[in-house]
């Protein structure tokens, strides 16, 4: 009897296959260098991150979370400081707001690219509003420029949330290149991933490079030498060379989604009650995620499950309507995309190695079901 074709999410096996000498030999080297935690492997992806987003500081950290909160304590962030973010994200863009002393404030996302709509940012902006996170959610850039415009006039820093877009672009400039600083996540499922947690951030200030160096290292840079009370938050060894070998590979996996997306949108245009992601004007998306809509997602998606087609729901509740953040008590009326979303959004399989085949299987099911 043959077991049936199922089609994953993802598949970094498959993955690491395609690179298994490479990733085999850096290991290796990591091991005979006995360079675990900091050291040349870090300091050399370091550089290479940095270069190849063409932003001069690389601060790595060990996860995308801290990236945001080493960012914030280095902005000084202080108890009543208010910071404006999206309302449709993974936590860990808010809760890092609060770890750092400030207070959250949701800003509703524009109703087709999942990114905070710059329109409806002023009306959040308080007296003791002191910084704007954009997200660029999916892999597609927030409208930078509007988002930009509007910290300059009211004097607010912007942080780029990262963590699903490296290598997306916005007007021709580098998403991670806008804001005073850019968070990036490197866990295993992001475009590009360690072999375990890791994470970045980047900014244009030497200054502020300095100070979140030293927080994210016991507050000191030299051994002995602790400047300031600071977090353990490191890079190892093992984890930078593996973003090295990767990092190499991340401009053509990026075209292979892209590719991947552009099949799919083909394919799935005009199908009855099937939205697809829509790309704004002068954004390039990298697609870590491919997010249709759909008004009956649920059924649509165990549609999908009942064929061996495994989807997610990159959220199935928007951040407001969270019980971590009941305290804020928000209404659906007050976020009315990021609702109405919440219950639509479905992630189709998306990876570099997905094959012909299990796409055209993904497509044929979600055809059948739109009929
Ligand atoms: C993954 C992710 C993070 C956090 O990164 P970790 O490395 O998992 O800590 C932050 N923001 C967004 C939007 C993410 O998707």
């Known amino acids: 009897?043959?077991?049936?074709?199922?089609?994953?999410?993802?598949?970094?096996?498959?993955?690491?296959?395609?690179?298994?000498?490479?990733?085999?030999?850096?290991?290796?080297?990591?091991?005979?260098?006995?360079?675990?935690?900091?050291?040349?492997?870090?300091?050399?992806?370091?550089?290479?991150?940095?270069?190849?987003?063409?932003?001069?500081?690389?601060?790595?950290?060990?996860?995308?979370?801290?990236?945001?909160?080493?960012?914030?304590?280095?902005?000084?962030?202080?108890?009543?400081?208010e910071v404006i973010t999206s309302a449709h994200s993974w936590i860990a863009t808010s809760e890092t707001i609060t770890q750092a002393g400030g207070k959250v404030v949701f800003c509703d996302t524009d109703s087709d690219t999942f990114t905070i709509d710059p329109a409806r940012i002023e009306e959040k902006i308080s007296p003791r509003t002191v910084g704007i996170i954009p997200v660029h959610l999916y892999g597609q850039p927030a409208d930078m420029p509007a988002i930009m415009a509007i910290a300059a006039r009211r004097g607010l820093w912007v942080l780029e949330d990262c963590a699903q877009a490296h290598l997306a672009r916005c007007g021709g400039r580098s998403a991670g290149s806008f804001g005073v600083a850019a968070a990036f996540s490197f866990y295993p499922g992001k475009n590009l991933g360690a072999m375990g947690d890791a994470g970045c951030v980047l900014t244009a200030d030497s200054e502020m490079a300095e100070r979140m160096a030293m927080f994210a290292r016991h507050g000191g840079l030299k051994k002995g030498d602790?400047?300031?009370?600071?977090?353990?938050?490191?890079?190892?060894?093992?984890?930078?060379?593996?973003?090295?070998?990767?990092?190499?590979?991340?401009?053509?996996?990026?075209?292979?989604?892209?590719?991947?997306?552009?099949?799919?949108?083909?394919?799935?245009?005009?199908?009855?009650?099937?939205?697809?992601?829509?790309?704004?004007?002068?954004?390039?998306?990298?697609?870590?995620?491919?997010?249709?809509?759909?008004?009956?997602?649920?059924?649509?998606?165990?549609?999908?499950?009942?064929?061996?087609?495994?989807?997610?729901?990159?959220?199935?509740?928007?951040?407001?309507?969270?019980?971590?953040?009941?305290?804020?008590?928000?209404?659906?009326?007050?976020?009315?995309?990021?609702?109405?979303?919440?219950?639509?959004?479905?992630?189709?399989p998306m990876f570099p190695e997905m094959a012909e085949a299990q796409q055209t299987r993904v497509i044929e099911a979600i055809r059948a079901f739109c009929k």
């Not at 085999?24 to 900091?38: K, L, N």
């Not at 996860?63 to 304590?73: E, F, R």
């Open 1 to 81: 009897m043959s077991v049936p074709e199922t089609v994953p999410f993802a598949d970094l096996y498959a993955q690491y296959l395609t690179i298994k000498p490479e990733i085999d030999a850096a290991m290796a080297e990591v091991i005979r260098a006995s360079a675990f935690i900091r050291g040349p492997f870090v300091d050399a992806f370091e550089r290479e991150f940095s270069e190849i987003l063409g932003v001069p500081h690389c601060v790595s950290c060990a996860n995308g979370t801290d990236a945001l909160y080493i960012a914030m304590h280095a902005l000084g962030v202080k108890p009543g400081d």
């Open 226 to 348: 602790h400047r300031m009370e600071g977090i353990n938050s490191r890079l190892d060894g093992m984890q930078a060379a593996v973003l090295s070998v990767k990092l190499r590979r991340l401009p053509f996996w990026t075209a292979a989604r892209r590719r991947l997306a552009a099949v799919y949108d083909k394919a799935l245009d005009g199908l009855s009650g099937l939205e697809l992601p829509e790309v704004s004007a002068g954004r390039e998306h990298v697609y870590h995620l491919y997010v249709v809509r759909h008004p009956r997602r649920d059924e649509l998606k165990k549609y999908l499950a009942d064929r061996g087609i495994e989807t997610i729901i990159n959220y199935p509740v928007a951040l407001p309507f969270l019980p971590a953040y009941s305290r804020l008590g928000a209404r659906p009326g007050d976020f009315p995309n990021a609702y109405r979303h919440q219950s639509m959004v479905l992630s189709l």
